[in-house]
């Protein structure tokens, strides 16, 4: 009667199998380490750089625990903390001889130190938030009149190419403030381009003017627009933090929105602040201008912008570029990396309709010149590709220079991910030490061990051996939670301990109520057996509803909520699925083994039974 069938106690085998291995990266620790990544582009990452860091590491007579090589980097696992800085300093001046021109980030971290066995079977630790394993917090306030600024000086350049496409004659395109004036000899041109600049500019509200003899026309952007512009702002601004913070190798970085116009920046794990805030305030930007081929034959650089293009073979050459930027990186929507003609590697992007206007006329009219892409990082500048203009093209076209595969890889990304907005600028800093992370675990951990005990005590006591077997399930409801948490790499926060905490007690109502159902059916002279069975059975439909009116609440704040309430909210949902499983499958795999092979069962021990008429 309250025997399993093989395959669920297999399941119930290979559950707590599998819950053991899961949970066991979590008992190892961390490591210091230090990672190097790249810190511009077309700096690779491959097992060269890994053995450049091996060697260094072998003359200066430094030991490490492990060294790895990963996408984002080389890692190198040490001993103590010491041991840490002292690799940081030697990386540091062995990989960036030039402080001024870095090629690698070299910046101190955490690993796990789960065995190689464990890592192999895809188990890795649970990620810990700030509060429980230190890192930087930061607070940046974004420029919005930066971002509107750079918005009006977009929409002048489209709107002189398309009067200049239109052959709308006019006095000049001027920026007053916010607003974009144009200055025309009669009211009839001033017509036409309006009508062409409502067109081309659906963002803008355009108002005709007269001063003296001249007639103006002046636009200002919408209300709706500029609302839209910041909010497109912020959103790219994230996404280009989310590129850049990769490169520190931070496990599950929390960059969100805070208010209007401010970022908040959270990197556990991170102890070096300096190398965070170098990282948080470098950004790349694409521009697109023509060479100036005459001081590159003659070879007279005095009063022109030349910058460094690198080859293959290291070789730099300086190129002598215009001062009239054609597109910037904002125009780029789509970056793939690929092969040309003659396959070699390049990148295939694609511009917004703006920018493939633009293309195609300067092009049309710079034929067989030369037109150079350049890239910013840091305020300094590099040529990344120069090529002849051979035809016209528009909105779709390659990027072509010395690259390989993975540098097209790289530079796509980068295209992709773009520029910063709008500026920003850091108006907070904290720094949460990794012993201040040591101290929440451990009140974390003691205020649930507690609880584990007090809730074991309180079963055992009331339900005799039935509270051995509640306090067995909620241990393995613990195992699956943590198991659960490390699996899906999801991060863990002093809120996620509280909700840990929550769940046991929880859980273990799920076991009372089968237990008082169990003794229901004792008062009622039902024999052991069948108490047991209908105990189970009968209990099923109150636990469900129970926990679904719970799980309701816990995904409503899974969805509406943010920051330490979504931390709580992932582990309280995931909490009450383990429970369910516990408290009933495991629970009653456990009552089996003990009870299930007797056949006459004469009693069970759950503690007292109170019959009816007892006490006459």
């Not at 021109?101 to 464990?118: E, G, I, R």
């Not at 007269?210 to 919408?222: E, N, R």
């Not at 702002?233 to 996404?239: M, P, R, S, T």
């Not at 790289?410 to 709008?422: F, K």
Request: charged share 20%.
């Amino acid at each position: 009667m309250n025997r399993y069938p093989l395959w669920k106690n297999a399941l119930v085998i290979v559950a707590l199998l599998l819950g053991l291995i899961f949970t066991l990266p979590n008992f190892y620790g961390e490591a210091p380490a230090v990672q190097v990544s790249t810190a511009r582009t077309g700096v690779t990452i491959d097992a060269e750089l890994m053995s450049r860091v091996e060697a260094a590491l072998q003359q200066a007579a430094i030991p490490h625990t492990g060294l790895t090589l990963d996408p984002t980097g080389v890692r190198v696992r040490l001993a103590d903390p010491d041991t840490q800085l002292k690799t940081r300093d030697l990386l540091e001046k062995t990989l960036n001889p030039d402080q001024a021109d870095t090629q690698y980030v070299v910046a101190l971290n955490l690993l796990s130190k789960s065995p190689d066995w464990l890592r192999s079977l895809g188990a890795q630790p649970m990620y810990l938030g700030l509060d429980l394993r230190g890192g930087v917090h930061f607070l940046l306030q974004v420029d919005m009149a930066g971002a509107l600024s750079k918005r009006i000086d977009s929409m002048a350049s489209d709107l002189r190419t398309q009067l200049r496409e239109k052959d709308i004659r006019h006095g000049g395109i001027e920026r007053e403030g916010d607003t974009i004036a144009l200055r025309f000899r009669d009211a009839a041109g001033r017509d036409a381009a309006r009508t062409a600049a409502e067109t081309a500019l659906p963002d803008v509200t355009w108002l005709p003017r007269q001063s003296g003899a001249d007639f103006l026309l002046t636009g200002t952007m919408k209300e709706i627009a500029v609302k839209e512009l910041r909010e497109s702002a912020i959103k790219q601004n994230i996404l280009t933090l989310q590129k850049r913070v990769n490169e520190l190798g931070v496990a599950e970085p929390v960059i969100q929105q805070q208010g209007a116009d401010r970022i908040v920046v959270q990197l556990p794990g991170v102890q070096d602040v300096a190398k965070a805030k170098d990282l948080i305030g470098r950004t790349a930007t694409l521009e697109v201008r023509l060479v100036d081929q005459e001081a590159m034959i003659s070879g007279n650089m005095d009063g022109r912008e030349v910058y460094p293009e690198r080859a293959r073979n290291g070789v730099v050459t300086q190129i002598p570029v215009h001062k009239q930027v054609i597109l910037t990186g904002e125009r780029f929507e789509t970056a793939q990396a690929s092969f040309d003609d003659n396959q070699r590697a390049a990148v295939a992007v694609k511009l917004d309709a703006t920018g493939g206007r633009i293309m195609r006329t300067v092009t049309r009219e710079n034929l067989k010149k030369m037109m150079a892409i350049l890239l910013f990082e840091k305020g300094r500048g590099e040529a990344i590709s120069v090529a002849t203009i051979q035809g016209e093209f528009g909105d779709r076209f390659q990027i072509t220079g010395q690259f390989s595969p993975q540098e097209t890889n790289t530079l796509a990304i980068l295209i992709r991910s773009g520029a910063l907005a709008a500026p920003m600028e850091i108006i907070e800093e904290r720094v949460i030490g990794p012993s201040l992370g040591a101290e929440n675990i451990a009140k974390g951990f003691d205020s649930t061990l507690w609880g584990f005990v007090a809730i074991a005590v309180f079963m055992v006591v009331y339900y005799m051996v039935f509270g051995f077997v509640s306090t067995a399930a909620l241990a393995a409801n613990l195992l699956f939670l943590i198991a659960l948490l490390s699996w899906l790499q999801a991060t863990l926060t002093l809120p996620g301990i509280a909700a840990i905490a929550l769940t046991l007690g929880m859980a273990i109502d799920a076991n009372v109520l089968i237990n008082e159902r169990i003794r229901e059916e004792l008062r009622n002279g039902v024999t052991p057996q069948a108490a047991i069975s209908a105990g189970y059975d009968r209990a099923w439909a109150t636990i469900l509803d129970s926990n679904v009116t719970t799980l309701i609440a816990g995904l409503a704040l899974l969805i509406f909520g943010s920051g330490p309430v979504r931390g709580f909210a992932v582990v309280h949902c995931l909490g009450i699925l383990t429970s369910m499983f516990s408290a009933v499958v495991v629970s009653r795999a456990f009552v089996n083994v003990i009870y299930g092979r007797a056949r006459k069962l004469e009693k069970v021990s759950i503690g007292t039974v109170w019959k009816p008429g007892a006490d006459a």
